[in-house]
Structures are given as C-alpha cells and as structure tokens.
C-alpha cells in the first residue's frame, strides 16, 4: 500500500511530465483501439452479408466472371455476368444429393431513368431454393407474374414509388423497354440488398433477349452435410461452371480480415514501441533526480525489492492511463475516421467490373445479389478489443519501466546520499 502511495504521489508532483509521457502511448494505444475496432466491425459485416445471402446451400455460375459489356449507362460499357444453357439446370437437378435447383438471370436495367439489378427468377422455385422473398408490403411473384415487378424497400424508397405504380423497365443488348406493375415490397435487414427488383425468369430473357440463358443456378441440398461433396460433383461433371458456397466465401473473408488485423496491428505496435522511449525516458530522469531519496528510503531499511516496486508502480500507473486513455479516445476516433476517409472502406460492385471478394458481381454464385456501396468501415467496439489495448498499455508502462527500476533497486545508500 506504502509502494503504490508513493508512486501516485510521485506522479502527483509532475503533472505535466506525466501527462506527456502517457502521451506517448495514448497515441500507439488509441490507433491500434481504432484499427483493431475496424477490423471487427468489417468481420461482423462480412458474416452478416453471408447470413443475408438466402438460403441456397451453393450456386452454380459461369467460370468466366465477366463477359462483354453491356452498353449504356453513366460509367460507359458495363460488364455483364457471364451465362449458362439453361439445360445445364435439368443436369444439377438430376444430380444425387440435390434436393431443389432455382435458376436465376441477373442483368443491370433502367428504371426510369435509374440503373438498378435486375433479377429474374422463377417464383416457385426461387421460394422452394431460398425460402422466398421476404415481402413487407403487396405480395411476392408468382408462376403468372409475366408483367409485374417486386422491389426492394431501399429502391422503392429512393425512386419514391409506391404499391400498384406502374415503372418503365428496360435492359440487355436490345434495350427493350417494357411497362411493370408493382405488386410487392421486400426487405432483408441488409439496406444493399434492397436496391434491387425482382420480375420473373421468362421477363428478364425477353428483355435482354438472351433466352434459353441463365447466370446463376441456385441449387439446394438434401442434407447440408453432403454440400461439399455436390459440389464436388458438379463441378467435375459440368464444364465450365464455378460453384460457390456461403462457408467459402466467408473463408475468403475471414483471410482477407487476418491480413489487415496483422497489418494493422504491426503499425499499432509501432507506435507503442516509440511511445516506450518516451516512459523509459522520463523513468530515468525520475531515477536521477530522487537518487538521495532513494539513499534514504534505503538507509532507513528499504530493500532493493522495495525500491524497484516503487519505480516499477510508477511506470505501471503510467502504462494503466495511457491505456485507459488511449481506449476511450480511440473509441470516440473509431466512429469519426469512416466519415473522415469516406469511400476508403467500400465493399461494392464496381462500375467498371472490378473484382470485389464481398460483391456479388465478384462471385456470381451469391445468388447474384450484388453489394453495391457497402460501408465495410463501421467500427464495432467489443470487451476483447479494450482488454486488449488496456493491457498493452500497461505491459508497455511495465517494460520501459524494468531497467529504470532495477538501476535505482542497485543504488548504494551512501553513494545515493552524497547526491546533491
């Protein structure tokens, strides 16, 4: 009690100095707290994207992502997704293991005026496959919907449309331009999804004039434990195809989240390590300048232990407030750099086909369903992370601390006392 007394006492008396030796690793601590809150809050998005994906156990697509562009648009010639024979659909479905096959066609139209994803699916099948749309408001397609559109609540929102509206939808090479009636509203909790509509199969190939064409094949599982061998299976029976799998591309994910957690983590250790200097620095001085304090203490029955306690508390207290510090103000930075680096960390399908591992133009076989504008960037503070960062601090106060300690624990009494 006597040790930790005087080390607070001892703080107490240099204020200033204490604060700018916290300082130091208040900045290393708070950087890595904000990277490290990064990171999480882009695992938590990643799985949440591959919750939202519906409930195909696999989809089936092209091998070749991308094929040529799709002319019109803001950005110029857009790529569109790459298709399949249709026939290859009845091929899946007669496979062992294969409970539903859904087939699905993909295409960027316009809706008055706005580019937007189109999907076209067959109803009965795409609700036997996934689950079906998840309808807030109006009704879902159905096996007669040929002239009727569902969309999402983001897109209905954004073109300020309404129930039974009737919008201009047009798409594909031909640029054909048919008149839809809306008759449902979906919503997916995840806003990227909802900036999409769906219309039935047969619309989508008349529009785009790519019939006996599909993009994707949404196949679901007897027995979700024979998903791996399916694909398996398809993939060596059916040329040209590329089967993905929700666990895969969380796999992909979760790689690419270690990389950065590293990568971000060895600049935050950076930091820290520069900040030590400035603790073993202001360690030493406090060293030399108690040094006939430290002759005393000893001459009235200090041990050396006692002394490098003394030191040591100190240096510790120090790493407990650059840590605490560092942790509520990362917390706060944590939630002002994403609106301070807008656009950094977007996940989306890109204007110009670039591959994205979370978007859907990048992997085909999630139901299609890009991922345009996603913020990835949303911090997610979890009791792992402070702990982390808390302790760091204090390990680092510990460390810079050590040599400084020990020097004055090996301090002779009568030497220390003729220090003037």
Partial sequence: MFTWSLAVRNLKRRKLRTALTASGIVVGISMMFILLSLVSGMEVQA?????ALGGADMIVSNSTSFRGGMGGGFFGTLPSPSTLDISIVDVIGG????????????????????????YGI???????????????????????????????????ELLNLTLGQTVSLSGGQESVERTFTIVGVFETGMVFQEYAAYITLIDAQNITGERDLVTQI?????????????????????????????TAVLQQA?????????????????????GSFGVANTMIMSVTERTREIGVLKAIGAKSYDIMKIFLAESLLIGFIGGGVGVAVGSVLAYAFPMLTSGLFV?????????NPFSG???????????QTV?????????????????????????AGLYPAWRASKMRPVEALKHV
């Fill in 47 to 51: 799985r949440r994207m591959v919750r």
């Fill in 95 to 118: 496979m062992p293991g294969v409970y539903a096959v859904s087939p699905q066609f993909s295409f960027s139209g316009s809706i008055n005026g706005r580019r937007v994803t189109m």
């Fill in 122 to 156: 067959v109803p009965p099948l795409y609700d036997l496959v996934t689950g079906g749309l998840n309808i807030v408001e109006g009704r879902s397609l159905t096996e007669n919907s040929s002239g009727e559109i569902v969309f999402g609540k983001a897109l209905m």
């Fill in 218 to 246: 949404l196949v679901k599982c007897e027995d979700p434990s024979v998903v791996s061998d399916v694909a398996s299976l398809i993939s060596s029976t059916v040329p040209g195809v590329r089967v993905t799998t929700p």
């Fill in 254 to 274: 979760n790689q690419m989240l270690n990389t950065l957690t590293m990568f971000f983590a060895t600049i935050g250790l950076v930091a820290l390590f520069a």
């Fill in 347 to 355: 996940a989306g399908t890109s204007p110009l086909g670039m591959r």
């Fill in 361 to 371: 133009a990048a992997n085909p076989g999630l139901g299609g369903r890009s991922m």
């Fill in 375 to 399: 913020m990835l960037a949303t911090p997610t503070i979890t009791p792992m992370n402070i702990a982390i960062c808390f302790s760091l601090g204090a390990l680092v106060g510990v460390l």
